[in-house]
Structures are given as C-alpha cells and as structure tokens.
C-alpha cells in the first residue's frame, strides 16, 4: 500500500466518523430540548379519576367508551362490557406522555407519521378524547406511528399531534389503543371442554339432523351417531370439532337481540347436553357476511349444573354475538361435507 493510497483511506475514515458521529447527534438532540420531562397532559395525573367517557376515532369510525357504577360499556355495543384496564391503561399512558421534540408542521407529512385525519377512513392515525361527567374535555389528542428505538428510555414513544394544529411532536411513551370492538370487549361467553359433552344434536335450515356422541375408541373421542355405512371422515376429528364448538367461545362483537332481526327458520339449532345433565342451545346465523349467535341454557335445580345455566343465562339473555367465522362454521357443516365413501382393497 502506498503512502498516498494509506492517507487517502485515512481521510476517507475520518469523514465516515464525522458522519456518524453527526447523524447520532442528530438522532438524540430532543434529549437537549426545553421539553424534556414536559408532560403533554400535565393535569391528567390528578384528573383521571374524572374521566367518564373516553372517545376513539380511527378510519372515520367512532367507538365511544362509558363509565357507568359496574365499570366500562361500549356504546356501539349496545353498553356491552369491556375490560376496565385496557381503558385505564390509555387514561394512564396519556397521563404519563412525556414531549421529546417538536417535527413536522407540515400537513402534507402527516401521512408518514400516521397523524393524518381520523375521521378520514385511510387514515391509520387515532384520536382519542377524554370528557368527565359534565362534558367537559379533559384530554384530546391524535397518536400515530410508534417509534420503539428512543435513546434512553425503555418505553419506546409515538408521534402525536392536537386536534387543529398541524405542530407534530415526537413523545416518550406508548399507548395500547385497541382498533376494533374485540380488541375491548369481554370476549369470553361459555366455556364448556369437550369431556363434558355428552352429547351434541344440530339441526339445521332445511330440517336434516345430525348428531355427535362420545367414542372412546375414535380418534378424537366422538362419532357421528348416523354415520352411514360404506363411507368414511375426511378427517377423524370433524366429530370432536362439533362436540368442542362451546369450549372458550369468545365473541366478535355484540349487540342487543331486540335491534337485529333474525328468521328463527333459518337458525343452525344445535342442542349441547353435559354429563352433569345441563342443556345448553345454541342458534347460529349467517347474514349480510356476518356470523351470529344465541344462547340458553337450562338444568333441573337444585345441582351445580343448575346454577352454571343461570349464570349462562344471566350473562347472554338478551345478547346477540357477532362471532368468529370458524366457529360457525364447525356447526353448518353437514354430514355430507366430512364424510366421503370408503375404498376397500380389490
């Protein structure tokens, strides 16, 4: 290596040094900012307490969140339950957001950073309002992207802008902010395993019946009680799989029975009965590419079954659940679509 071919990869090293060296700089000078330790919402520590209603809009639609004495509903689920520390944890992580840096005040960037507007169905940014009982606002504000690799915190941050200004700013903190019904929801309707089922008769639109039972010797530990001769299961489970359909049955979405009409003729009628003598019957429907579901369940009192129904009953009368695809369809299933006919060795 010549002398001069040795200085000029020495310039040429400096100068990457200097370079990072500035993009680091670059990278955490907020870390100098008047806003370090700057609340965004300096108040909210102390008034969180107050909030009653919390309001999140995102892809122009609205979820709004209520505050009654049995804890947090869903408005737009009929005041449905949700889990009370998802809600808090916003209440709480808006609370604690600390300002970091002041970026882009221009409009047609706010798309980058996820803070375009919410009430615009592309757009992937969310605000989130909170008012106390009288109406008053106590917070509101627009988060978009997260940012998770900030110098000197373990939080991670968000970009954040207020409603009506078009000042952006990098924040220390991350809020959890669910974007659909389930993700607030208490999902959880029934639970019933598979061991407790004795038995499972469906019938469906068209009046064709069909039933599950336990079989010890079966793959899966159910059959088909009118299995036809000469044919066979495309797979050993499908029997399970109806006796299993109750087992931590979590919903969708939900909604008052009295504001959806449903043709009772054109339910999936399945009747579940356990070894402890409960009765547990379902009706499933299928309408404008949505799936739902109905619940009742009856045992003769006094007995432990008894008193489960009436906890059933207690949680789903009057409900409607909006539930997942694959849990219908275990049940609309027809003989006719798990069975094929048998080959025998010629």
Known sequence: MTPRTLAILLVCAIVSSAAAAFAIAQRVSFQETDFQGQRVFPDLVETAKDVTTMTVTQSGTVMTFEKNDAGWTLKQSGNYQVHDNLVSKVVFGLANMELLDTKTAMPSRFKDL??????????KAQQVKLTDANGSVIADLIVGRANYFLPETTTGGMYIRRPGEDQTW??????????????????????????????????????????????PDATGGFAYDNMPDGFKLKSPYAPRNVAAVLGSFV?????????INLDPALAYVATFKTTDGMQVVTRMWEKDGQHYLRIQAEAAPPSAAATQAAEINARTNGWTYIIPDYQYQQISKKLTDVIEKATTAG
């Open 114 to 123: 996820q803070l375009s507007d919410p009430s615009d169905a592309e757009s």
């Open 251 to 259: 919903l969708n979405n939900v909604t008052p029975s009295a504001d």
């Open 170 to 215: 990098l924040a220390r903190g991350l809020v959890d902010i669910g974007v659909e019904p389930r993700d607030w929801l208490i999902r959880e309707i029934i639970d019933i395993k598979p061991e407790q089922v004795a038995r499972v008769d469906v019938v469906f639109p068209d009046g064709t019946q069909q039933a599950v039972v336990p079989a």
